[in-house]
């Protein structure tokens, strides 16, 4: 447990009221309790039942597979970025997509903090250097996206390196349409209430604490700052070649299984099975910025 993260309570603004919320308290408040799961607009007044997941997510892992043998088979290329706001579900729907797969094919990147002398080098080179070889499937647990996001909100960057950024992003991502990559670019998107569960959540379960960061408590008064940077993310960097996929992750369960489901719809694989895919949820996963509006 990171000990800048014990006895923090901020004062936010929540539907125009103000709220004391303290991560160490024991007890969830009642306010962020009843909210979560409708907040941000969410569509669904339930959570998907456990076995209906399960079943699903069973065969759509199956399909997975087939993927990663097709992968093999022809030598093309998948990557898909994760981005979203701390606590989004990003790690979960990674797991939930690689799970099965071979661990040798289906890499996870997850960079941490740049090196002395990745500072030097130009923004995109380290993870550039982690892009697919021929039958690979890469899953980047946040990206270069960082520096539309949490960069600029936490003073990480420039201003000038943030617009350089937004700038040279959709140029590098042409060039991976150009090279016959799959590639995905998911934006997870939570209601407030729902982030604040989470937190509280992470803070009082003993193996899920190490989650939690100083830098998740500082970010907590941050929501405006960060709803601004993503909605300017998403007009500037969403393309033809390279658009955002966006889904509404209050529900986990709901969130992989769209998300999985989307890249199967988008790939050609041997053996696709299409009545396992289903039918899309367009209340839960839509394509670019119009989508939260």
């Known amino acids: 447990m990171d000990e800048d993260v014990e006895n923090r309570a901020v004062e936010l603004d929540i539907r125009g009221k103000k709220r004391i919320f303290d991560v160490d308290d024991p007890v969830l408040p009642d306010w962020v309790e009843e909210k979560a799961l409708e907040s941000g607009d969410f ?28 992968l093999q088979a022809t030598g093309k290329r998948v990557m898909a970025l994760f981005e979203g706001r701390d606590a989004a579900g990003k790690g979960g729907a990674i797991s939930a997509s690689s799970a099965n797969m071979n661990p040798r094919l289906a890499r996870v990147v997850a960079l941490t903090k740049p090196t002395e002398r990745e500072q030097g080098q130009w923004y995109f080179q380290r993870y550039i250097a982690q892009f697919p070889t021929a039958g690979e499937f890469v899953l980047f647990d946040r990206s270069w996206y960082n520096r539309a996001g949490v960069e600029p909100v936490m003073g990480f960057c ?12 959709p140029q590098l991502e042409k060039i991976i349409a150009h090279e016959g990559i799959f590639f ?20 009082h379960d003993p193996l899920k604490v190490w989650k939690l960061s100083s830098m998740d408590i500082a970010a907590l008064t941050k929501w405006g700052d960060y709803s601004a940077k993503r909605d300017r993310m998403l007009k500037e960097t969403h393309t033809d070649f390279a658009p955002w996929t966006v889904i509404r992750a209050n529900d986990k369960r709901r969130a992989r ?26 209340q839960i996963i839509g394509s670019g910025p119009g989508f939260l509006k």
């Open 43 to 70: 569509p669904h007044k339930k959570r998907l039942g456990e076995e209906e997941y399960l079943e699903q997510l069973e065969k759509l892992q199956v399909e997975l597979v087939k993927v990663q043998f097709w």
């Open 158 to 169: 420039t201003p000038q390196q943030y617009e350089d950024f937004l700038k040279q992003a």
């Open 184 to 203: 995905f670019k998911f934006y997870l998107d939570i209601g407030r209430e729902m982030q604040l569960k989470r937190f509280h959540d992470r803070r």
């Open 257 to 282: 299984l769209e998300l999985i489901r989307h890249m199967l719809n988008r790939m050609d694989y041997d053996g696709k099975d299409k009545k396992v895919l289903g039918t899309v949820d367009e």
